[in-house]
Structures are given as C-alpha cells and as structure tokens.
C-alpha cells in the first residue's frame, strides 16, 4: 500500500521556519522525483518544489526561492521542506508528491502551515 505521511506544519509567526517532513512508503521512493505542493484557501494547487530522484537537481517557484530547500534522504525514504523567512503568503495546506513520467503519481493527506502574528 502506497503512503506519504507529511508532518511538521503549525502556526508560525512572520520570518519563523518550519521544517516539513513526508515519509513514503509502498513504492520504489528512489525511483521518483518528489515533489511538494501547496494550495491556500480559494486558490489552485501550485507547485513549490521540486527534486529528482538523485537529490542533485532542485527547482523552486519564484515566490519561495532563497526562503525554502526541498531535500531527500533515500536511505530513509524521506523527502524534507526547510522554510525560512516565512510569510503570511505561504499559509496553505502543504502536499508531498510522488512524480514519475511526467505525472504527480501519488499524494500525501497534506498538513496546515499558518504563518500569522
């Protein structure tokens, strides 16, 4: 059974950092690209990390880069989201993604991150 198990959001205030944390399972983890997303409230789902199945390459929406850093540990099947210098624009429902072939394959239950004073 394929799983991914984000943990790690919360309330945070302005320019504090949380760490997002997915733990997959069920699935060959080190053959896939991973990848977390997030959707606020009335807006659509975007894509705020990416990185491939070696760790090596990452890429980042405009509006994180320099604040957050997506990393992944294969030996642990666990991929990481490292964000700093938060802002209350980055309140969403964070996603940990499983990407193969060009196609978001699996997907985690999400977790809340608030960033408000």
């Known amino acids: 059974q394929v799983r991914l198990v984000e943990s790690g959001g919360g309330l945070v205030q302005p320019g504090g950092s949380l760490r997002l944390s997915c733990a997959a399972s069920g699935f060959t983890f080190s053959s896939y690209a991973m990848r977390w997303y997030r959707q606020a409230p009335g807006k659509e789902r975007e894509l705020v990390a990416h990185?491939?199945?070696?760790?090596?390459?990452?890429n980042y929406v405009d509006s994180v880069k320099g604040r957050f850093t997506i990393s992944r540990d294969n030996a642990k099947n666990t991929v990481s989201l490292q964000m700093n210098s938060l802002k209350p624009e980055d309140t969403a429902v964070y996603y940990c993604?499983?990407?193969?072939?060009?196609?978001?394959?699996?997907w985690g239950q999400g977790t809340q991150v608030t960033v408000s004073s």
């Open positions: 993604n499983a990407y193969l072939l060009g196609s978001p394959r699996y």
């Open positions: 990185i491939d199945t070696f760790g090596t390459s990452t």
